[in-house]
């Protein structure tokens, strides 16, 4: 099952530089030296396949294929990375994919939620786009399946923990201009006071976005949008059309 799995995360790059696929290719991938890598406060240890950490992230191919003490020693410490995250982040490793969690308890689902937005800070860290973007449609997926959405205080955590541009920040701005627009609203902007207070690019964010949709009775919900407009690809490239 891993050897498939890592078959596709192969071909991605072999369509773009034009090299054959082969099996040896692939299964060089599962084979070699492993790396311990230490997660979290706790120092949850793992031992991973080197050439499947370089192969899909560029933060462990430059950690480990350079002359870095990481490299040398091959070890990692990640001390401030959430240990569940990595945990996810190794079942795609290995796997290829994430399964949406099942319905359970509002509390379970957004617990839930939550670990795939910091599944979304990991996969930012190693430099992955494509577990990004898987990362934010679990997110946006089990946020409308369990009908709830970050708050104040998850917007002001989402905001200082992600970059100017963000496609999480758009979410959330979008998520909050949609909450203020409502005919059904029963709170006005004074409910985001503590995000626009703590980080002044949300509030230019949300007057932004208020301001390009004016004219419109209901804005669109954010989490039924199209998954492809809140992911990261290179110039000229976009989500496969469903088939």
């Known amino acids: 099952m891993a050897t498939q799995v890592l078959a596709q995360q192969v071909a991605e790059p072999a369509r773009k530089t034009g090299k054959p696929i082969t099996n040896s290719s692939i ?108 990362a934010i449609d679990l997110f946006r997926h089990t946020c409308l399946r369990s009908h709830q959405g970050p708050g104040a205080i998850h917007m002001k955590a989402i905001y200082q923990r992600t970059m100017r541009g963000s496609p999480f920040r758009r979410l959330v701005v979008q998520s909050a201009a949609r909450s203020f627009m409502s005919p059904d609203a029963t709170t006005g902007a004074s409910k985001w006071s503590t995000v626009m207070a703590a980080d002044p690019d949300f509030a230019v964010d949300f007057a932004d976005h208020i301001r390009e949709q004016m004219g419109r009775k209901v804005l669109p919900y954010a989490f039924k949008k199209n998954d492809c407009l809140f992911h990261e690809h290179l110039d000229g490239e976009a989500c496969a059309e469903p088939s």
């Not at 933060?59 to 996810?88: C, M």
């Not at 379970?108 to 190693?126: C, G, I, Q, R, T």
């Open 27 to 134: 299964s060089k991938l599962l084979e070699g030296e492993t790396v311990k890598i230490e997660v979290s406060p706790s120092k949850r240890c793992w031992h991973l396949h080197k050439n499947a950490l370089c192969h899909n992230s560029l933060f462990f191919a430059a950690a480990l294929e350079g002359d870095f003490k990481e490299g040398l020693e091959k070890a990692i410490h990640l001390p401030e990375d959430n240990e569940y995250a990595f945990k996810l982040f190794v079942l795609w490793l290995y796997k290829g994919n994430i399964e949406e969690p099942a319905d359970t308890t509002k509390l379970e689902m957004w617990n839930h939620a939550w670990s795939f937005f910091e599944l979304y800070v990991l996969a930012d860290k190693l430099m992955i786009a494509e577990l990004k973007n898987l």
